[in-house]
């Protein structure tokens, strides 16, 4: 039994006992007055005596009660800080500047394959125009594509500035944060092809695109994980 359990059952104890106490002082206080006053009155004595006794006994036990009741103000306090230390020591600065470079290396990595995607690209469909192959299907602007192997590739369709920006959206729109970049309306080759790893396929990923739940497939599967998969 705490200490606070144990000084409020002290506190009605007493209470119950003084309530009881003075119910029988009631009773002999009538007879009293009606004129039963020899043994009535002796006995009504005693009663005072023991009812002041117990009255004292309820401030003794209403102080412990104020301790107690201190002593587990005082508890829970520390228990409410101790746990704010290890929720806040789990989201630390340093933790946080730990994802944050982690975060900053994924999409400086991402924007790396981008700009090798698009220079290459460049460079081969420059060699493929100076060999007057017919992989190249148009080579003036706004248009520089050439097909491989049964895969159309175009000079600008692999935007580094765009994928870093539509993985940012994703995670706000996951997170539901306020200012998530704009992307435009759809979603990328890309996108469709992470979507296809965990099983939605390139035209509900199309429908999708711009919802939360789509966001949320993408985010999850960049976890490693599936949540969301069949949605």
Sequence with gaps: MSGLTEAQRELADTRAEIAEMQGVIDVLEKKVREGEEAEEAQQ?????????VAQLQQERAEKRLKEAEAAEKARR?????EAARVDLGAASDEVIADKFMAALAA?????EVCVQRE??????????????MPNVIANTNPQFIFRLDGTKFEVGERKAQELVS?????VYLVRGLSGAPRIGIGSSPVERLVAARVGVGEQQAREQSDTSAFAELLVSAARGGKKGARR
């Design 44 to 52: 009504l004595g005693e009663k005072y005596g023991v009812l002041r």
């Design 77 to 81: 306090r520390g228990v409410a800080e």
């Design 107 to 111: 999409l400086d990595a991402l924007a």
């Design 119 to 132: 220079t290459v690209v460049r460079d081969h469909l420059k060699a493929f125009v100076e060999l007057d």
């Design 166 to 170: 539509r993985a940012i959206n994703r």
